[in-house]
């Protein structure tokens, strides 16, 4: 429950920082069919980007250790062990009172929601019953007595009974409603309708319908006063500007007046600026950054098992070791000698060497419990010092989410006697460290 909320705030805050990009640079500006699209990819690109999952490369990451050691461009404190995966099934079936009540809510009013659309369709389909129609360029022509008209619902076009159509102002009107029909803009108020229902949570889709109709409608003024007088068609705006209850047609008289009017008689930048449509490419970039990327030290795959909550997979990390050790000797050692050592000539290692402690590892880690129940994932690096006599001390966890590093500490913590450091043919105490990563199976 916590993963799903955690995510639907996202869409909500990602949506909201589209809008505002809109309203900044789009709104009112004279590029119709770039802001319909726009418009449109505001909520599929909310839902998007909280479901995609980066991991930050590890030179990019930048973390405070014990001793104010600087994880910076893999510059590590002690050597990296592989890193090591582990799956856990997250828990279903286990909700509270509250989050059973809110879903419940949530449904009843999507169910609301989407109900009063399909009586909206089943209206208009039934207002089209034993009604005189014509047959026009592609729309069929109803002739209704209904609060509204003229508007349009995909290829019907409802039109009043008693208005002529041969008159030049009936023909411009005519002339915008084909218009409507012709670029399927019944299609979009659906989607956003279906969309703003299921997530009705979200304030910020009924503002974007809303400025979807509207640039719907100035798209359509443009193609009807071409080749005509512009301020004679917005004298008919606001001869009969009235509404229809109905939210899915495109009524003549219906969209925000005073706002196409200004639309239609304003002079056409000779070069509409271009950057207000580019921009949105990194803004967007930025957005996935922000909501799509996660810190992770783990490195490719090398040799793999699948298994069930508490089995794990285990990583290659020799390259990281060669990283490391690279890089290590080029800063030099960190420590003095009656420090431990974080480069040796021979490196500590787990009695039976990196099998043995790969196996040691696959029997003991345990995904812990309260991170599966509240869908808590990610890595853990443990650091310690394996001292001369084999023994390890100063364990502890330099990042991670907290509720993963206990059972990070406790599996290391417990794993007995190491074989020590070797460095110029004598024993040595050294920094080791270990990445555990904590997925949840999606499947």
């Given amino acids: 429950m916590i993963n ?9 805050i990602i949506s909201g920082a589209l809008l505002f990009y809109y309203w900044l640079m789009l709104r009112n500006r004279s590029f119709h069919g770039f802001n319909r699209f726009f418009l449109l990819a505001i909520p599929v690109l909310s839902l998007w980007i909280p479901a995609l999952h980066f991991t930050m490369p590890g030179f990019l990451i930048q973390t405070e250790g014990r001793g104010s050691t600087r994880f910076l461009l893999g510059l590590v ?27 419940a809510v949530s449904i009843l009013i999507s169910s609301i929601l989407l109900i009063r659309l399909y009586r909206s369709i089943r209206y ?11 047959k026009h360029q592609g729309a069929t022509l109803y002739f209704v007595d209904e609060k509204g008209v003229p508007f349009t619902f995909f290829k019907s076009i409802f039109w009043e009974k008693n208005r002529d159509l041969d008159n030049p102002a009936s023909k411009q009107i005519l002339r915008h409603e084909l218009y409507h029909v012709q670029e399927w803009h019944s ?26 109709k509207s640039t719907h409608e100035y798209s359509a003024d443009d193609f009807a006063v071409k080749g005509a007088d512009k301020f004679i068609y917005a004298q008919l705006l606001v001869q009969q500007a009235f509404e229809t209850a109905n939210p899915l047609v495109q009524s003549f008289f219906k969209t925000q ?22 921009l949105i490419i990194p803004f967007t970039a930025l957005l996935i950054g922000l909501f799509s990327f996660q810190m992770s030290n783990s490195y490719p795959a090398h040799l793999s098992k699948a298994g069930t909550a508490g089995q794990l997979i285990r990583l290659s990390g020799s390259g990281a070791n060669r990283l490391s050790n690279t890089l290590t000797t080029v800063a030099g050692p960190l420590a003095d000698s009656a420090s431990p050592y ?39 690096v443990v650091e310690f010092i394996v001292n001369t006599n084999g023994a390890l001390s100063d364990i502890h966890a330099i990042s991670g989410p907290k509720s993963l590093q206990a059972e990070s500490i406790r599996v290391i913590t417990q794993s007995g006697k190491w074989t020590p450091a070797l460095d110029h043919g004598k024993k040595v105490a050294s920094y080791k460290k270990q990445p555990i990563i904590y997925s949840l199976k999606t499947n």
């Fill in 257 to 278: 007046i005073k706002r196409r009017i200004a639309m239609i008689t304003k002079t056409k930048d000779q070069q509409p600026r271009l950057y207000a449509r580019f």
């Fill in 342 to 380: 974080h480069k040796v000539e021979i490196e500590a290692e787990y009695p039976g060497g990196d099998a043995a402690w790969g196996q040691y590892l696959f029997k003991n880690i345990q995904y812990p419990p309260t991170a599966l129940q509240k869908g808590i994932q990610g890595e853990v």
């Fill in 124 to 134: 208009l389909q039934d207002l089209k019953l034993n009604q005189p129609f014509l």
């Fill in 4 to 12: 799903i909320l955690s995510y639907f705030a996202k869409t909500i």
């Fill in 187 to 212: 299609l979009d108020l659906i989607f956003l309708e279906l969309i703003s229902s299921l997530i009705w949570f979200n304030p910020f889709l009924r503002v974007v319908l809303r400025e979807l």
């Fill in 77 to 103: 404190n002690g050597g990296f062990l592989d890193p090591v995966r582990i799956y856990g099934s997250p828990v279903v079936g286990e909700f509270s009172f509250w989050e059973i009540i809110l879903t």
